[in-house]
């Protein structure tokens, strides 16, 4: 971890804002550089998943893992904002949320999760600290899912292979629908991919009465997932640990996590920090997925929710990031506006 720390150090030295900051702000070793790369690597294709082990958050103040971890960021992808806020790092602990609400998010309660997948390539968690008890992190593959929904009913994947609406529970651009389409399942034979989220569905259903009621197969497809996709068959648990940082492949893995307890004493209380980052050698995706990716292309600057507090220095930082790993970038646009929503409702 000796490179870690030097490089937060030096980056500590500068008092730079985030957005800021470049690769030789905080200047990685060889050694600390190599693993982030190999941990991003790991997480791509049939595995989707890595666990690296180890930082020093004991002896990292809170802000000194923000601006560490921020750091790493800048040698593995392009960080996506993750709410209405337009925020770039998450914090996961219990602020007293509520989750299975309208606009309601996971990631500040201390609920239990449905199966879902982040809103990019990979998702990164680092742990400060743990709850009393509960908040076991659950990861199950969606190829396998994919696999045992064709073994038990195949007449179903026309279904999940078509698409569905989503709401954006909020987290959209003001010019974007208040809800998205999107298949479950890809139908790509070499570039798998899935995206899900139980709540989402449900909410769009209940919350836009413009959106197509589920049909019958379509009930049937979600209650199979719920059969399926917490038992045993499918799913891995883990405790994860402080100082472990988690990365989940999005298109491959589906998350979860179980509710937890946490400690009366507000400086033990769990707490996560959470990046979403757009990589570098991410896959292509289907033409289905432009929708609510933004862009298909693989290596592209993609993902995330745009809210509705992007800034002039996020647009420069993003522009800027994806020069130095050498990724496709574009100005962003929405497939879809509000306006295309209405007039076609008129």
Not at 70 to 89: C, D, F, H, P
Not at 298 to 318: D, M, N
Request: proline letters at 6%; charged letters at 25%; hydrophobic letters at 35%.
């Amino acid at each position: 971890m000796a490179g870690f720390d030097a490089a937060l150090a030096h980056a500590r030295t500068l008092d730079k804002p985030l957005l800021a900051l470049e690769q030789k702000d905080f200047p990685l070793n060889a050694a600390a550089r190599g693993a982030l790369e190999r941990a991003v690597a790991t997480t791509q294709g049939r595995w989707g998943m890595c666990l690296v082990k180890g930082f020093p958050v004991e002896r990292w103040s809170e802000a000194d893992t923000r601006l560490a971890y921020w750091g790493m960021s800048l040698y593995m992808g392009v960080g996506r904002t993750q709410n209405r806020a337009s925020e770039i790092i998450n914090n996961v602990r219990d602020e007293g949320g509520s989750y299975k609400v309208k606009g309601g998010r996971g990631y500040n309660t201390n609920a239990k999760l449905d199966f879902h997948q982040d809103s990019c390539d990979v998702v990164a968690l680092m742990t400060r600290r743990t709850a009393k008890s509960g908040g076991t992190s659950k990861v199950i593959s969606s190829i396998a899912l994919r696999d045992e929904v064709q073994r038990l009913r195949p007449d179903l994947m026309p279904v999940l292979q078509a698409p569905w609406h989503h709401t954006y529970q909020g987290t959209q651009d003001p010019v974007q629908p208040p809800f998205y389409r999107c298949p479950i399942f890809g139908d790509d034979p070499v570039y798998f991919s899935a995206r899900t989220n139980r709540k989402n569905i449900d909410g769009a259903q209940r919350d836009f009465p413009e959106v197509p009621r589920l049909t019958q197969q379509q009930q049937e497809a979600l209650e199979l997932f719920d059969e399926l996709m917490p038992g045993d068959k499918l799913c891995f648990s883990m405790e994860l640990e402080a100082g472990d940082m988690q990365l989940l492949n999005n298109y491959v893995t589906l998350h979860s996590r179980t509710d937890f307890e946490d400690f009366d004493e507000p400086d033990r209380k769990r707490h996560l920090l959470r990046l979403w980052l757009a990589i570098p050698g991410s896959q292509p995706l289907a033409p289905q997925w432009e929708e609510y990716y933004g862009d298909i292309r693989p290596g592209a600057v993609r993902g995330g929710v745009r809210g509705s507090a992007i800034t002039p220095e996020f647009l420069a930082y993003e522009e800027r990031q994806a020069k130095a790993l050498g990724m496709l970038w574009r100005p962003w646009r929405p497939l879809v506006t509000l306006a295309d929503i209405q007039s076609s409702a008129a």
